[in-house]
T-cell receptor, first 113, second 117 residues
Framework: GESVGLHLPTLSVQEGDNSIINCAYS??????FIWYKQESGKGPQFIID?????DKRQGQRVTVLLNKTVKHLSLQIAATQPGDSAVYFC????????????FGKGTLLTVNP | DAGVIQSPRHEVTEMGQEVTLRCKPI?????LFWYRQTMMRGLELLIY????????DSGMPEDRFSAKMPNASFSTLKIQPSEPRDSAVYFC???????????????FGEGSWLTVV
């Protein structure tokens, strides 16, 4: 049969606008979440993280929101810049002593000047 | 800090050949991870080490894949024999510290881009 690759969700915004990237995670026992940014040809780069006992955390121009009830994570980027164009991944840790990270499919963010 | 260093950055090899990917983790990090990224499957964990000991290799696809960590500053991922379906980007990553504390997360290298023809 025909191979089907990952079809990344895409988000296109204008420079200066705020961006919101969403992620649904799978494991209700996950206790730690991370957002990564991956630019073309590079490895994933840490942006911000949050533990399950929090529902919001802010960094420089970024905010992560966690809704454990519906197993949803979002990344908000304020005043989006062309350099923010990349694929954004959420990752979850299943909890306990397990140090694995499970990554989502990713969202492609394109910032238009 | 030089970050996680991987080599080679790009490799093209013929089916059946042995491929060895190398990684130098960030100094002081006691966990090392090997991930594979493809369009079909996204980012997958292959294996991870703690203090040079393999902890979980359940993600290693098959016996053709093997990984070693002879010391705290070096790890290899070997594919023998290689097949076209092994074509992917292979990332090495490392971390240290208490899980969940900001900054003590997993840091990735730039990846090794493998093409098997």
């Amino acid at each position: 049969g025909e191979s089907v690759g990952l079809h990344l969700p895409t988000l296109s915004v204008q420079e200066g606008d705020n961006s919101i990237i969403n992620c649904a995670y799978s494991n209700s026992a996950s206790d730690y979440f991370i957002w990564y940014k991956q630019e073309s040809g590079k490895g994933p780069q840490f942006i911000i993280d949050i533990r399950s006992n929090m529902d919001k955390r802010q960094g420089q121009r970024v905010t992560v929101l966690l809704n454990k009830t519906v197993k949803h994570l979002s990344l908000q980027i304020a005043a989006t810049q062309p350099g923010d164009s990349a694929v954004y991944f959420c990752a979850e840790n299943p909890g306990g002593s397990n140090y694995k990270l499970t990554f989502g499919k990713g969202t492609l963010l394109t910032v238009n000047p | 800090d030089a970050g996680v260093i991987q080599s080679p950055r790009h490799e093209v090899t013929e089916m059946g050949q042995e491929v060895t990917l190398r990684c130098k983790p960030i100094s002081g990090h006691d966990y090392l991870f090997w991930y594979r990224q493809t369009m079909m499957r996204g980012l997958e964990l292959l294996i991870y080490f703690n203090n040079n000991v393999p902890i979980d290799d359940s993600g290693m696809p098959e016996d053709r894949f093997s990984a070693k960590m002879p010391n705290a500053s070096f790890s290899t991922l070997k594919i023998q024999p290689s097949e076209p379906r092994d074509s992917a980007v292979y990332f090495c990553a490392s971390r240290a510290g208490i899980w969940g504390v900001s900054g003590n997360t997993i840091y990735f290298g730039e990846g090794s881009w493998l093409t098997v023809v």
